[in-house]
């Protein structure tokens, strides 16, 4: 299992469909302050990716989307800096 953080935004959602058609198994974790829900919808029948909805800012989430992860791909980051 991949995790891409950020993985709803523009670049994280590119990346995302580069590891699906690896015939990677993707968990994205997005807080969706500036990520979009529409760049992941045409992977919702797949069963390919999983969606966690949390913040990088709260271990708990973290922490729950790291179970069963081998790697992590960080493409989350604050788009106003």
């Not at 729950?64 to 800096?81: F, L, Q, Y």
Request: proline fraction near 1%; charge should be negative.
């Amino acid at each position: 299992m991949e995790l891409v953080t950020g993985g709803a935004g523009f670049i994280g959602s590119h990346l995302v469909d580069s590891l699906v058609s690896q015939g990677k198994r993707v968990r994205v974790l997005d807080n969706f302050s500036s990520g979009r829900e529409e760049f992941l919808s045409h992977h919702a029948s797949s069963g390919m990716v999983e969606i966690v909805r949390g913040d990088l800012l709260d271990l708990e989430s973290v922490m729950s989307a790291m179970e069963g992860v081998d790697t992590v791909h960080h493409m989350a980051a604050n788009p106003d800096i």
